[in-house]
């Protein structure tokens, strides 16, 4: 069998913090999974949809609200989280078939606004070890349509304490700090291909400006193998056969870092009073 990782993936796993699969999803998978999806949300709403479906709204994002952890009412959705090939892939990346926690259907049609950059592991605090996520593209993931956008080598640093959003841009409305000159990268993906990265890794997206044109992403959130907590909205986690697996429920709060200067140097430092913010992203 084919190594599901080549030793270029896994460099740029383990130095950047994510790597790209190209075409492990076939363009009439992507194809059934957009139908599927668009059906679901025409269809009404569903448990996660926080403030339900409006379809009169200005706002793209109250016509077409993210779904969340879809696999626990949808059998197409679960069936995806725990495939084959995306176990192969992180057990690759990660040395262990990891624990499947969460599924996200984002549609982000012409004119949504993005998600401030963020890290992963602040929601789900998954310990020991850390959560990754499997961001599949449906559609073509270019700048102009709010592509993901990531900070590489950021799955190095430790949590960070949040701060404000602009929420004019984004539909979060915490983000956390990126000195001016680290950069933030797009990552241009076409349907078909899928995005794993590290739950410390900096990432988010700006707005979609296309005139017409959907993003829609399907996602699913993993915590590793040896994990033995997360955080309460994660619950049941499943291993890759679709068993549940009894986890404990991960406390609130605990320490996040702020960027300093020190003797010229810039680092980030911990302080003992991280925020007690343990709602889902
Ligand atoms: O798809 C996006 O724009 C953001 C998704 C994201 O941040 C995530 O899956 O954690």
Known sequence: MTPPMTPEELRAWHEDGYVVK??????AECD????????LRAAGTYEGDFDGVDIGSADPLKKYPRMIHMHRWDAFSMKWMIDPRIDACLTALAGRSPYAVQTMLYFKPAGARGQALHQDQFYLKAKPGTCMA???ALDVCDEASGCI???????RLPLLCTTKADTTQSFTDVTVPVPADLPVVPVLMQ?????FFNGELIHGSLPNTTPDRFRRALIGHYISGEASQVAHWYHPAYRMDGTVIPLETSPDGGPCGVWVERDGKREVVLTGSGPAHNLHE
């Open 22 to 27: 190209r075409g492990l999803f076939a363009r």
């Open 32 to 39: 059934a999974a957009i139908k599927h999806f668009m059906d």
């Open 134 to 136: 499997a961001w599949l």
């Open 149 to 155: 956008r990531v900070v590489p080598g950021s799955h």
């Open 191 to 195: 349907p078909g291909d899928m995005l």
